[in-house]
C-alpha cells in the first residue's frame, strides 16, 4: 500500500518580502502540560516563544479529571506500575520506556507540589484514587474531578513568572518551516498580524491529540490533530495512526456536551448497568468495571446492540451520596443541569473518542526524525502506551518528555555554535488551482459523522475501505486549495490525518488494544510491531519493537 502524497507540502503562500519574521531560540507550539513543561526546561540563557491555538485554559490537560498515575504508595511498587502499564499496552509497549517513565513519576509529582499544585489529602498526606487496569491506589488527583484544571493553574503561574518566556495565544501554526532536511521554525497566523515567519533553532511540537475527528468526543474542539498533520508534511515519521483509544463513560444526553465522567467515578465503585438495570461487566471481564478502557467499551457496545439502546448507565445508588458529591463535585454540577442527581439516579453514558495513542515518532529525549523538531505528549508516539494508554498515564507523560524535550533541546543549542542562527529564503507561491466556495462545516461534519460509523470502537475491513474511498474523494478538491484561515487548515489537517488513520486500521488485519476489527477478532504475534508512515516513502513500514527492558 502506498499513501497517496497528493496534499500541498505547505498550506499557504508566503514568502520573504511579503511576511514579517520574528525569531527565538526555541518555539514551543501548544500549551498543554507537555508544551509548557518543556518551556520550563529550557535553560533561561535562551528565549523561548510559546504559540497557543487559543489560550491558556483551552488546552486538553485543562481538561483531564482523573488525575497523575505515580508509586508514592510505601505499599506500591514501581514494578507494578509498569506491569499495569504494560498490560493494559497489549504487547506494544516499549518496556524500557515504560520502566523510565515510571520511576520519573513521583519526582513529577513532588516538583507540581513544589510549584504549588494543591493535591488533594487526606489525614496530611495524599488521597490517593484507583482507576481501570490499576492494581493500586496510585493515582494523585485535585479538587476531586479536576486534577488538569488545578495541574495547570500551577504551571501557567510558573511559566508567567519567567522573563525568557513569551506567549503568543491565539494563532494558529500553519506548518513547519523546513530547509536542507531540518526545521528552522514554523509560519503561523494570528488576526491581529496575519501570517509571520517565526524562525527557531529548536522547535517542540506539544500540540494534543485529534479526538474531534469523531462526533463523539471528549476532547476541546480544537484537538483535531493539528501537530500531526504539520509532521507529516514536514517529512516527520508517525506510527501507530490506527490506535485511537475510546473513553467507555461519556455523559450523553441530547443537548449536552459529551462530558467525560471521569474512570475514577468507576475506581469509588460505581457500577455499569444496562436499559432494564443489570450489571454487565463482570460478564466481560474478572475485573468488571475495572477493566483497561479497550475492554469496557467494547463491552459497552455489545450492550448497546444486544439492548437496542442509544447507551448504557452509570449507578452510584449504592455508595454514599455525601461521598460521591465530596469526591465528584464538578461531575455532579454538570449532571445537575440536566436534572440528574449524580449520586441517585443512573447516568446515561457510552464510548467517545478519547486519547490518540499514536502520533509523531520521538526517542526518548523527544526527538523526531525531523533534526532540529521535538515532540512531546499525546501529539507523539513515544513507546509509552503501546496500544491502549494505561488510564491517568498521560498527564505524566506530557510532564516526563516535556521536561526531557525542553533540556535536550537547550542542551543542542548551548553545544553548537553561537552563530548558527541562519535564515534560508524560503517561500511557498500562491496557487491558483481549486479556487471557490465549500461549505467547510458541512465536510468536517461529514468526516466526524463518517469516522464515527467507519472507525469507531469497532472496525471491518468494507467499513474502513468505504471509509478511504470518501475521505480520499474529499482529499482530492479540499487539499489542493489555499484558505485564509484556521476553518480551511483545520479541515486540510483532519484530512490528512483521517487519512492516515484509516490506511492504518486497513493495515492491521488483528484485533489489539483500542484497535478492534471484528472481521479479525483475534491478536496476531504476525502483527506485534509498530505500523510506521513517512510522507513520500512507499508505506506503511512495519518497525520492530526494541528489546525488553532489562530492570533492576
Avoid at 47 to 54: H, L, P
Avoid at 64 to 79: L, T
Avoid at 323 to 346: E, H, S, T, W, Y
Avoid at 373 to 394: C, K
Wanted: net charge neutral.
Amino acid at each position: 500500500m502506498t499513501v497517496a502524497c497528493d496534499g500541498p507540502r505547505y498550506l499557504a503562500a508566503f514568502g520573504p518580502k511579503r511576511v514579517p519574521h520574528c525569531f527565538t531560540d526555541v518555539l514551543v507550539l501548544g500549551g498543554g502540560v507537555a508544551g509548557l513543561r518543556a518551556a520550563l526546561a529550557v535553560d533561561p540563557r535562551l528565549s523561548v516563544t510559546i504559540v497557543t491555538k487559543d489560550d491558556l485554559l483551552t488546552s486538553s490537560s485543562q481538561w483531564a479529571q482523573g488525575g497523575i498515575a505515580g508509586v508514592v504508595d510505601p505499599e506500591d511498587r514501581f514494578d507494578n506500575h509498569v506491569a499495569d502499564t504494560l498490560s493494559a499496552g497489549g504487547g506494544l509497549c516499549h518496556e524500557a520506556v515504560v520502566d523510565a517513565v515510571v520511576r520519573e513519576a513521583p519526582a513529577h509529582i513532588a516538583e507540581l507540589i513544589g510549584w504549588g499544585t494543591r493535591f488533594d489529602e487526606r489525614d496530611g498526606t495524599l488521597e490517593l484514587g484507583r482507576e481501570g487496569g490499576h492494581s493500586h491506589h496510585r493515582i494523585v488527583h485535585a479538587l476531586g474531578d479536576a486534577t488538569g484544571r488545578e495541574v495547570m493553574r500551577a504551571i501557567i503561574e510558573r511559566a508567567r513568572s519567567l522573563d525568557h518566556l513569551d506567549f503568543w495565544p491565539g494563532t494558529f501554526s500553519i506548518d513547519l518551516l523546513t530547509h536542507e532536511g531540518a526545521c528552522r521554525g514554523a509560519l503561523v497566523w494570528n488576526r491581529g498580524h496575519g501570517k509571520t515567519m517565526v524562525w527557531a533553532r529548536r522547535t517542540i511540537l506539544a500540540t494534543g491529540g485529534a479526538g474531534q475527528l469523531y462526533r463523539e468526543s471528549t476532547n476541546p474542539e480544537g484537538a483535531v490533530g493539528d501537530g500531526m498533520a504539520l509532521a507529516w508534511r514536514a517529512g516527520c515519521g508517525l506510527r501507530d495512526m490506527e490506535f485511537m483509544q475510546f473513553h467507555p463513560t461519556v455523559l450523553y444526553i441530547a443537548g449536552g456536551s459529551r462530558s467525560l465522567i471521569t474512570e475514577a467515578v468507576r475506581g469509588a465503585g460505581a457500577r455499569l448497568v444496562d436499559r432494564d438495570g443489570r450489571r454487565f461487566m463482570p460478564d466481560f471481564d474478572p475485573r468488571a468495571e475495572l477493566a483497561p478502557r479497550d475492554v469496557v467499551s467494547r463491552a459497552i457496545t455489545i450492550v448497546m446492540a444486544r439492548t437496542h439502546h442509544s447507551n448504557v448507565y452509570l449507578d452510584l445508588s449504592h455508595l454514599d451520596p455525601g461521598d460521591v458529591v465530596a469526591r465528584f463535585p464538578g461531575m455532579a454540577q454538570i449532571c445537575a443541569k440536566f436534572g440528574l442527581d449524580l449520586a441517585r439516579d443512573r447516568i446515561p453514558v457510552r464510548p467517545g473518542a478519547h486519547y490518540m495513542v499514536g502520533g509523531v515518532t520521538v526517542d526518548a529525549a523527544g526527538r523526531t526524525s525531523l533534526p532540529g523538531l521535538f515532540a512531546a505528549g499525546e501529539v507523539t508516539s513515544s513507546g509509552l502506551h503501546g496500544a491502549n494508554r494505561l488510564a491517568s498515564n498521560s498527564l505524566l507523560e506530557g510532564l516526563v518528555y516535556g521536561a526531557r524535550a525542553g533540556a535536550a533541546a537547550s542542551a543542542e543549542i548551548l553545544a553548537g555554535p553561537a552563530d548558527d542562527f541562519r535564515v534560508p529564503a524560503l517561500a511557498n507561491a500562491r496557487s491558483s488551482d481549486a479556487q471557490g466556495a465549500l461549505d467547510l462545516g458541512d465536510i468536517r461534519n461529514s468526516l466526524r459523522s463518517l469516522m464515527w460509523r467507519h472507525v469507531g470502537v469497532e472496525r471491518s475491513g468494507p467499513a474502513l475501505g468505504e471509509a478511504l474511498e470518501i475521505v480520499e474523494g474529499w482529499c482530492r478538491y479540499v487539499l489542493p486549495r489555499q484558505f485564509a484561515d484556521p476553518e480551511g487548515w483545520q479541515l486540510q489537517n483532519m484530512l490528512e490525518v483521517a487519512r492516515l488513520m484509516i490506511r492504518s486500521a486497513i493495515v492491521r488485519t488483528e484485533t489489539r488494544g483500542v484497535h478492534v476489527r471484528g472481521d479479525h477478532p483475534a491478536p496476531d504475534d504476525a502483527w506485534r510491531c509498530h505500523i510506521a508512515w513517512r510522507r513520500g516513502i512507499e508505506g506503511p513500514q512495519r518497525e520492530p519493537l526494541p528489546p525488553p527492558a532489562s530492570r533492576g
